[in-house]
């Protein structure tokens, strides 16, 4: 039954994933008075991608590189239910708590970059270093928010905290919303954060290194982590969600947000990222945090 | 014990088995196995092993001494032996370095435990909360302050790490993932008696841990060297310990993070030692690229960092969990994002020790031709990493045994479900769970991905990569980000870390010393009618001062 529902969890993450990233390149593309691409085009390039007759490897370590990756993915997915209510498309997460996805969250591009190091590209391990540079700035807001909601829902457990909300977290705590929501376009990977994958500045950082089907790999992994950290956020801040309609209509506000600021920003240089990072959402988020604890 | 000293014939002192003493009794004598894996590869001389033996010996006394004399006298034994272990090795600097502060624990415990004794007269742990707090409150300040002197000295805690850095940089190989794993646990021990025994300063506790473990965070990340990078590692670990001291029921997160970090600190100080015997070099500017041929050991140095990092499924998480819920439950919610932060910030420098060595490009040609480690460093390695995925999939399987410290101690006892499942009062943590899952997924992604048609084709050589539509070859710049992390000057915040350094103070303080002593010369010129001289004024003041 568990493994049914954990497939079923799998498909809609990868299917939604896809079909989001399909509207983020044609809502860009109208940002900058484009039509962009049909919807469907990612989806169809990551298929192509893996029937490549020839992709290039660099030894055993750079393979498992992107299988890591897409591993770490599904297990973020696995760890955050779906519903706040029910049996159904709840995954694994009553074993899990909010550590471990936060944790989890990194653990797939941790494990590639020992495959992009492999690689032997110096421009993955630019990408790498960058990554790894913003980071830490990067969670800061996020944890202090994340904290701070833990502490006043009395839970770490993703559904708890999401069924715990009579009103939204964003707007009882907005102060908190708001820094986790900058670290959170970061974490998407969008600009002004979008430092590791610059591909004018470093050749597209990471990924540099891998094609064919490695590149089918980490585009299909990308839709199912992008699912699973709005799922996330929805559920820490949005209240959860009880239907699919729900949770698709919340998840989607979400990411039209996050695109809409990664659209309109330029990107930061890296330490620029990690300065504002650590001055500006930290600084809201401690306030925040400050204000709600408070007595 | 009756103790006839100097006429005072009221000294007891005693020897105690507790459970906490067997606990890290039990982590001195498997690192102390562990580290013996090493000696064939090292020929050392006698008097080298006859020390480590001493050495061992006195953190035994350390820990089973039921009294602080006795746990006065193993610390001073543990400190001059670790001396002269050291001075195998070490500049002339660096040992005075360390043997300048380590005297300087040695004498602030000295002087706490002699007023701890001018209370009550009495040494004994059992009597040590009455005799605190008989003391007035400037004395009980002056005493805390004296006894955290000698405890953060040994830790390493920022502003007292001076030393430690450097020591552990250049001791020997086989001797330094001793230091780490064990011979910085005796003041992670300390620390705990004391908590546990006198009083608990909270808040001091907390602070002086977090900044530890953020500051030494971001020092690792700048080093070069892969021992100075896990010196400085080992300074923020044991700050996560600390800190979680700090709270009221933080003693089961110390009890477990000690032991995973003694464990990862052995394993990762003897993958980098065989690194050392085999190439020479410990630069990451030197190395790199080793991964093909030293697969084994890349294999367990990845193991070790994922620990370190505190990665679930393995080991590290467990005990991360356990402070995490600690923190949170005392309420300590800006002390947990920012241990989260330190956390966080150790992914780069964890990160930067596996690249420097085993990936990216070698360096040197010497590399290409490098062999596998011998099999004595290996199989410390393989038992060490076997140990943190045991303890990684049944978090729970070590708590039983703490819970036995807790009880004698009268702590609340950390609560499990089953030899899986850690329990606090937010959540629990399955670590089976975590690990089955995540070797279902591994796996059936990895078939999913080998059964793809497409065909896979291995790299001509090296320098087989996309490079702009150049052609590198020897001459060109391969390795890069060894130096990851230096960008981190150019951000404010952290540059100020980074700029600032406790030798300031230090060499500030040496100064000032000096000074002084120079003005006594001018006094005490060392003529002998000088000195005479000197000498009938203190007599005639002290006659005077009798007359009053």
Same mark, same amino acid.
């Given at each position: 039954m568990i493994v049914v529902d954990l497939l079923l969890m799998l498909v809609v993450a990868y299917a939604v994933g896809f079909l989001y990233y399909g509207l983020y390149r044609n809502i860009t593309a109208r940002f900058q008075r484009r039509f962009g691409p049909p919807v469907w085009q990612s989806f169809i390039d990551s298929i192509k991608f893996f029937f490549k007759e020839e992709s290039t490897s660099h030894g055993w370590m750079f393979y498992l590189g992107p299988v890591i990756m897409m591993s770490g993915a599904i297990m973020t997915l696995f760890f955050i239910p779906f519903f706040t209510v029910g049996d159904t498309f709840q995954g694994l997460s009553q074993y899990g708590n909010a550590f471990v996805i936060l944790y989890l969250l990194v653990l797939g591009p941790l494990g590639n970059a020992l495959g992009v190091g492999t690689g032997g590209s110096p421009f993955g391990a630019m990408g790498i270093t960058r990554g790894l540079t913003r980071l830490f700035a990067m969670e800061l807001p996020f944890y202090i928010a994340v904290i701070a909601i833990m502490s006043l829902s009395g839970s770490a457990d993703i559904a708890t905290i999401a069924s715990e909300q009579t009103t939204f977290n964003a707007f009882a705590y907005p102060l908190l919303f708001i820094a986790a929501m900058i670290s959170f376009i970061g974490m998407m990977g969008q600009s002004p954060f979008d430092v590791p994958g610059a591909p004018v500045e470093v050749y597209s950082g990471p990924a540099s290194e891998f094609s064919g089907k490695f590149l089918a790999l980490l585009m299909s992994q990308s839709a199912i982590f992008t699912f699973a950290k709005l799922v996330l956020m929805v559920h820490l801040f949005l209240g959860g969600a009880s239907g699919f309609l729900e949770l698709l209509l919340k998840t989607f506000i979400l990411f039209i947000v996050v695109i809409a600021f990664g659209a309109i920003y330029g990107r930061f240089k890296t330490p620029q990222a990690v300065d504002f990072l650590l001055k500006v959402p930290t600084t809201i988020a401690v306030v925040g945090l400050i204000l709600a604890t408070w007595s | 014990m009756d103790l006839t000293l100097f006429g005072l014939t009221d000294i007891v002192v005693s020897l105690k088995a507790t459970n906490l003493a067997n606990f890290f009794a039990v982590l001195i004598s498997f690192s102390f196995v562990m580290v013996l894996f090493l000696v064939p590869k090292y020929k050392l001389s006698k008097s080298f092993y006859a020390l480590l033996a001493l050495l061992t010996a006195s953190l035994f006394l350390i820990v089973y001494a039921a009294d602080y004399l006795l746990f006065f006298i193993g610390w001073e034994v543990m400190s001059i032996t670790t001396y002269f272990l050291l001075s195998f090795t070490l500049s002339k600097e660096a040992l005075n370095k360390y043997i300048i502060f380590a005297m300087a624990s040695a004498l602030s415990l000295f002087i706490a435990i002699l007023m701890l004794y001018s209370t009550n007269h009495s040494f004994l742990y059992t009597d040590a909360k009455e005799s605190f707090s008989a003391m007035s409150p400037v004395m009980g300040i002056v005493f805390t302050g004296l006894m955290l002197l000698a405890i953060f000295i040994k830790l390493g805690t920022i502003g007292f790490h001076y030393w430690l850095v450097d020591a552990y940089e250049e001791s020997q190989n086989l001797f330094t993932p001793f230091l780490s794993g064990v011979v910085s646990k005796m003041g992670v021990y300390a620390l705990i008696i004391f908590v546990v025994n006198i009083t608990q300063p909270a808040y001091v506790l907390a602070v002086m841990g977090v900044m530890t473990s953020i500051i030494a965070t971001f020092k690792a990340i700048q080093e070069d060297s892969a021992k100075r990078l896990l010196a400085y590692s080992s300074i923020a670990q044991l700050g996560y310990i600390v800190t979680v001291l700090?709270?009221? /029921?933080g003693m089961g997160g110390a009890l477990y993070h000690s032991l995973i970090h003694t464990a990862v600190k052995l394993l990762l100080f003897i993958n980098v030692a065989g690194i050392i015997y085999v190439t020479g070099r410990s630069k990451f500017s030197e190395l790199g690229g080793l991964i093909y041929r030293m697969p084994q050991s890349f294999v367990l140095l990845l193991i070790g960092i994922i620990v370190l990092a505190g990665m679930p499924p393995l080991g590290g998480f467990a005990s991360k969990f356990m402070i995490y819920t600690s923190l949170l439950d005392a309420k300590y919610l800006l002390i947990l994002s920012a241990v989260m932060f330190s956390s966080a910030s150790a992914f780069l420098y964890v990160y930067k020790l596996i690249y420097g060595i085993y990936l990216g490009h070698p360096t040197n040609k010497k590399l290409e031709s490098v062999k596998e480690v011998p099999l004595s460093f290996l199989i410390p390695q393989y038992i060490l990493s076997v140990i943190l995925i045991v303890i990684g999939t =049944?978090?729970?399987?070590v708590v039983p045994y703490f819970n036995r410290i807790m009880e004698e101690s009268n702590l609340k006892s950390i609560t499990f479900d089953n030899t899986a499942t850690l329990v606090s009062s937010y959540a629990q943590y399955n670590g089976l769970v975590v690990m089955g899952a995540f070797a279902v997924v591994f796996a059936l992604v990895l078939l999913f991905f080998v059964s793809q048609r497409s065909k896979v084709k291995e790299a001509k /050589?090296? =320098?087989d990569i996309a490079y702009c539509g150049e052609e590198p070859n020897e001459a060109t710049h391969l390795h890069y980000g060894f130096g990851m992390g230096k960008e981190l000057k150019r951000v404010g915040f952290i540059a100020v870390i980074l700029k600032n350094s406790s030798s300031h103070f230090y060499d500030f303080l040496a100064k000032q010393v000096m000074a002084l002593s120079e003005l006594i010369r001018k006094i005490y010129t060392g003529k002998l009618s000088v000195n005479f001289n000197i000498a009938i004024i203190f007599v005639i003041i002290l006659f005077w001062w009798s007359l009053k």
């Open positions: - | 700090g709270v009221a /029921d =049944f978090p729970a399987l /050589d090296r =320098f």
